[in-house]
């Protein structure tokens, strides 16, 4: 069994460490990020790493910077770091601190994809498979060998959440299998090959769709921010986020941004229209675009060129 680091913050990193505790190691260690405003109220919320490794009664650092918590991380004494959706860089000198270094399960089929969003950008990209694999860290980003892999197919009208969902837990087993090949001399690495792809972090703004595209390339938009940051649009100035939609072959030819109901609502690309199913006005719970579209009057259209709302 081994003595371990484990650095992770959001949901899909639970998995892992659940797996990693389950399977016997020692979990010296939890590092996640601060506490954070969450809600309306801004109430400071930890993580759900945090939540778990609370629960678990197991030692937690919460840091948004490791490099500033240097002696904490060399008292841990662990044979091994294990990072899982952290949200941070480990610095150069603190790679070697544990006995085998640090190890990174990453949501991507690597070279391909590198970075914070790899799951985000494969559906935008139209990828049909992708995966996970766990590799060494070293100080370039997500460039270190690989220790294995496991692939999963991308579903015609998976979100990223969905997938990512998936993947955390398929991830996890790979974890479990990586670390104690490690743990007993058996674990080998081989380098990245093939054409290197980034997948940076999606901001707001990429999540704004532009009508004038295809209504495939607006499909993939929308299952890749969803659940975040979540696909919208703005009409007559007002945000509408666009939680699910499927495109409709068969509708009428709509201008882009044309909005067309009632029972049924549908919005004009530059090729098929697309059928809004669920849709979140600003300040709004979610609802059935049908029910939102009952609440508006007149002639309905997307904006497409208001690009600073």
Same mark, same amino acid.
Do not use: Y
């Given at each position: 069994m081994m003595?371990?680091?484990?650095?992770?913050s959001p949901e899909i990193a639970i998995p892992s460490l659940n797996a990693l505790s389950t399977?016997?190691?020692?979990?010296a260690l939890v590092i996640t990020r601060e506490d954070s405003p969450f809600g309306r109220k801004g109430i400071l919320t930890p993580t759900p790493v945090g939540k778990v490794a609370n629960d678990l009664n197991l030692p937690i650092l919460k840091a948004n910077r490791i490099s500033e918590h240097r002696t904490r991380i060399e008292a841990a004494n662990a044979d091994l770091g294990v990072i899982v959706a952290y949200g941070g860089l480990i610095p150069r000198d603190l790679l070697v601190v544990p006995k085998f270094g640090w190890i990174n399960l990453h949501f991507s089929l690597l070279p391909r994809w590198r970075g914070?969003?790899?799951?985000?950008?494969?559906?935008l990209n139209g990828d049909e498979i992708t995966g996970a694999c766990v590799f060494q860290l070293v100080e370039k980003l997500d460039a270190g060998p690989i220790f294995g892999s496991v692939t999963q197919p991308i579903g015609r009208n998976e979100?990223?959440?969905?997938l990512l969902s998936a993947l955390s837990?398929?991830?996890?087993?790979?974890?479990? !299998?990586? %670390?104690?090949?490690?743990?007993?001399?058996?674990? /080998? *690495?081989?380098?990245?090959?093939?054409?290197? &792809?980034?997948?940076?972090?999606?901001?707001?703004?990429?999540?704004?769709?532009?009508?004038?595209?295809?209504?495939?390339?607006?499909d993939k938009q929308i299952r890749a921010?969803?659940?975040?940051?979540?696909?919208?649009?703005?009409?007559?100035?007002?945000?509408?986020?666009?939680?699910?939609?499927?495109?409709?072959?068969?509708?009428?030819?709509?201008?882009?941004?044309?909005?067309r109901g009632p029972k049924e609502v549908m919005i004009g690309t530059g090729t098929d229209p697309v059928a809004l !199913?669920? %849709?979140?006005?600003?300040s709004k719970?979610?609802? /059935? *675009?049908?029910?939102?579209?009952?609440?508006? &009057?007149?002639?309905m259209k997307a904006d497409i060129n208001r690009l600073n709302e």
């Open positions: 003595r371990l680091i484990f650095a992770g399977a016997g190691h020692e979990i914070a969003a790899p799951v985000q950008h494969a559906i979100t990223a959440g969905h837990n398929s991830g996890s087993s790979l974890l479990v !299998k990586v %670390v104690e090949a490690i743990s007993n001399g058996a674990a /080998k *690495a081989v380098e990245q090959q093939g054409d290197v &792809t980034l997948a940076p972090k999606f901001l707001a703004e990429d999540a704004r769709i532009d009508w004038r595209h295809s209504a495939a390339r607006i921010c969803t659940p975040e940051p979540g696909a919208f649009t703005t009409i007559a100035g007002s945000r509408l986020k666009i939680l699910e939609a499927q495109i409709d072959r068969d509708g009428p030819r709509l201008s882009p941004g044309e909005i !199913k669920l %849709v979140q006005p600003s719970s979610p609802m /059935k *675009a049908a029910d939102w579209l009952r609440g508006h &009057t007149g002639e």
